[in-house]
């Protein structure tokens, strides 16, 4: 039998090539005998009731042709179907977005055909999934989460979205002027047994080795082991840390005297300041007024992934 796959598209990724790409994708499946739709997405937050909706109807593979927002959205769909009890779709990456970080845990970013090829005979690996808590909510995530000046980061990002750009200089424009805003934070993080108290520059939960296109926050992170690695970035001078932003675009930075560099099944993260805690999700900006702890979890091997040969 055929496979049967679903491509949720975002039109407006990658400056429009997501919509440039849309007649590609579907020939290319047909060529590679794969029975498939393209569903474009028109609102934040669609692809991930489009990803439940594939898994409940028996979907083998559904496919997130976009950025790193489109395989958030699409992967808590997928997530949210597995708590359900509902499994068998597995997850296929057209990378066609500006930030493709995740996408590099899979195989070739700027080759559509070999991705392709990859949903065609791609090896399904077994990736774990990440919970946040806080307050009553919880939400899924799959490349990297955390608190810190990655808040302010996004924050900037959202303003440049809609640009040209491409996604490492955009995130480095955003990192130059958030320097300047940002002031380290007191945070206690609680890593399974270990426990860290400083006032903080960054704390990042990684899945994956990438943030922001380019940036090699973990460059060691498996994201099938069961564990978090976490990088540590405690309070910095501006000078410093511009210093150190070309060893964490080379993931050359794990000796840096401001950087601890952990892993862990568990991670807490809880503001002793003032203000409430905000953080980001794979990139998405979360400000809850009422969050003073933030809880990361590992659920190992749930999020099913094709990724090309070689890929590791």
Known sequence: MPKIARVILNPTSGGGRGRRAAESILVGLERRGIRGEVVATTAPG????????????????????????????????????????????????????????????????????????????????HMDACRALWSDRAHWFVNAGGTGIDVEVVRQIIRRRGGRTPAVATYLGAVLV?????????????MDDLVVESDTMIVAAAN????????????????????FDICIVKRTSYWEALRAIPLILR?????????????ATRVEIEALGDDPLFFQLDGELHEPPDARTLVLEILPGALPVLTGAGVA
């Open 251 to 263: 993931g050359v930075h794990e000796r840096h005297p401001k950087v601890e560099m952990h892993r």
């Open 178 to 190: 958030a320097l300047v805003r940002y002031r380290a934070i007191p945070l206690r993080i609680r």
């Open 208 to 227: 994956g080795r990438c943030i922001g296109g380019g940036f090699w926050v973990c460059p060691r992170a498996e994201p099938d082991d069961g564990r």
């Open 46 to 125: 669609q692809a991930t009731a489009l990803a439940r909706d594939a898994a409940r109807e028996g979907v083998d593979i559904v496919v997130a042709a976009g950025g790193d927002g489109t395989v958030h959205e699409v992967s808590n769909g997928l997530l949210g179907a597995f708590t359900e009890g509902i499994e068998g779709p597995v997850l296929g990456i057209l990378p066609v977005g500006t930030g493709n970080d995740f996408a590099k845990l899979v195989g070739p970013l700027k080759q559509l055909d070999r991705s392709l090829d990859i949903l065609a005979g791609g090896t399904v690996r």
